[in-house]
């Protein structure tokens, strides 16, 4: 496995740590976007009216895998690992308007 790979495989082990520790039971899946374009990480647990938690900071989205057994009782919740978070696609921020790339993003 090269050194991007294991880094990737160990993100995916401690992720699914956080997930059994919280008994939080979300899917992973990967969309793909135009503007910008990357490959979006999303977490998606629960049914009900769509809620979309976004994590701040360098942070991921399983970050919020303390509140998401009692959120998905009564919601579905999707959550993005932001650009160069988690594992989402990096994204060069230098140049780029933040307020239209942030909504675009969402």
Known sequence: M???ADKLARFRQLQQ???EESGARPTSRFVEIQ???LRVHV???GAGDPVLLVHGGNSVAASWA???APLAADFHLLMPD???C???TTFDY???DLRPHGAGFL
């Open 94 to 96: 230098r140049r780029v």
């Open 66 to 68: 303390p509140m998401l």
């Open 82 to 84: 932001r650009p160069g």
């Open 17 to 19: 740590a956080v997930f």
């Open 86 to 88: 988690g594992l989402t």
């Open 43 to 45: 977490l998606e647990a």
């Open 35 to 37: 503007t910008p374009p």
């Open 2 to 4: 090269s050194g991007q």
